[in-house]
């Protein structure tokens, strides 16, 4: 049996999804950007699709531009507002917890003259308005504050964030990166204060190295890759017709069935948690106080540590039982040093050593997450006795 918890590093993809793309590539494969039949048979996937992601986010399609994922739609945000925006001041404020693809960001943007301020979180991974209120000055040109974290599943107060952000410094820009939050939830930038918002494709059933930005029409921002002009001359490039439509399509299979879609999750959720809760030495991070279903946290993300257990040892343990879980965020599961989110809610050193994320998908079972918690309840007892002898 093939169990495949790990959703927030990738998905699978739906089979309408790779369907379209396959007959995009074979059928029409044309460049959008020639003039002949061909080329506007691309062209419209490409409209199509703009007009799907305006719709879902209730934009201007005008406002909406296609990356290679949500990476470079991070970089893109950070790196091509502060540029455009530099002689108003070199002050941007985030959080402790961002993605990598915003905190490395920063980092870059900080050796090359930026200052930037990181927001500290609470236990449960929340912001505090007053630190942000306080944060933000009259040289702040962005604040990058994430929808959803990618760990432990906190839900950032955006909307509020962006407007105490607004009313400190109204030129002010505001970014999220949406990525795990979009297609989980009900995102409309305009009404939330969202200037620029990151997605990608794969953590929606979507093909991977695909993604958007939006940008409101407003927004002062200048390319970082030069070529064709594509794009409106901000993202140079030839598009890519299939990711994109095929990108658009995940989007519109989630969100034509997003209530019941979000309540199963949210039921998996729970399921999951309290079946969890009858091992001993077993910690869930991130819940709210008085919310032990997890309500007012992502749906689709649980965050274990288990006690004398190393977090390697036991998603190979389950890996053998052909579980896949993760030990954090896979874009940085490869490297050696401590996860940040973990560290920033409080996380002692035993523990924060010793943490997996589980996370779901419309494809998930109550059948897999049976097999999931037998397997746990009979790998653990036997690796914490094989630590206590090593």
Request: glycine residues 8%; hydrophobic residues 40%; proline residues 4%.
């Amino acid at each position: 049996m093939e169990i495949y918890l790990d959703n927030s590093a990738t998905t699978r993809v739906f089979p309408e999804v790779a369907e379209l793309m396959t007959k995009i590539m074979c059928e029409d494969y044309g460049n959008p950007s020639s003039l002949h039949v061909k080329g506007m048979q691309a062209e419209q996937y490409l409209r199509g699709a703009r007009d799907t992601f305006a719709r879902i986010l209730k934009v201007n399609e005008k406002e909406i531009f296609f990356t290679s994922g949500g990476t470079e739609s991070d970089n893109l945000a950070l790196i091509g507002c502060a540029r455009a925006n530099a002689r108003r001041g070199k002050h941007l404020v985030t959080t402790q917890i961002e993605h990598p693809a915003v905190l490395n960001t920063m980092r870059y943007l900080e050796s090359v003259g930026y200052q930037v301020t990181y927001l500290p979180v609470n236990a449960h991974g929340l912001i505090s308005l007053e630190d942000l209120q306080r944060a933000v000055t009259q040289d702040t040109i962005l604040v990058s504050i994430m929808h959803t974290n990618n760990e432990i599943g906190a839900l950032e107060p955006v909307a509020e964030a962006a407007a105490v952000v607004k009313r400190r410094n109204p030129l002010a820009l505001f970014h999220v990166d949406a990525v795990q939050g979009f297609g989980k939830a009900k995102i409309y930038p305009k009404r939330m204060g969202i200037d620029l918002l990151s997605v990608s494709g794969h953590k929606i059933h979507g093909p991977k190295g695909i993604g958007l930005l939006y940008i409101d029409e407003r927004v002062k921002i200048q390319p970082i890759l030069y070529g064709g002009g594509q794009q409106k001359n901000l993202r140079s490039g030839t598009d890519n017709v299939p990711g994109i439509a095929g990108f658009a399509k995940a989007a519109q299979l989630l969100y034509d069935h997003y209530e019941d879609d979000v309540r199963r999750l949210y039921q998996c959720k729970k399921y999951f948690m309290d079946g969890i809760r009858r091992l001993e030495g077993v910690t869930i991070n991130g819940l709210l106080p008085g919310e032990p279903d997890g309500g007012g946290t992502a749906p689709h993300i649980v965050s274990v540590s288990v006690s004398g257990v190393r977090s390697e040892v036991l998603l190979h343990a389950l890996e053998e039982a052909g579980i896949y879980v993760s030990a954090g965020s896979a874009c940085a599961a490869r490297k050696p040093q401590p996860s940040a989110t973990l560290k920033a809610i409080g996380i002692g050193k035993p523990l924060l050593e010793s943490t997996i994320r589980f996370s779901f998908s419309v494809y998930t079972t109550q059948e897999e997450l049976d097999y999931t918690l037998r397997a746990m309840y009979d790998k653990i007892p036997v690796l914490r006795k094989y630590t206590r002898r090593s």
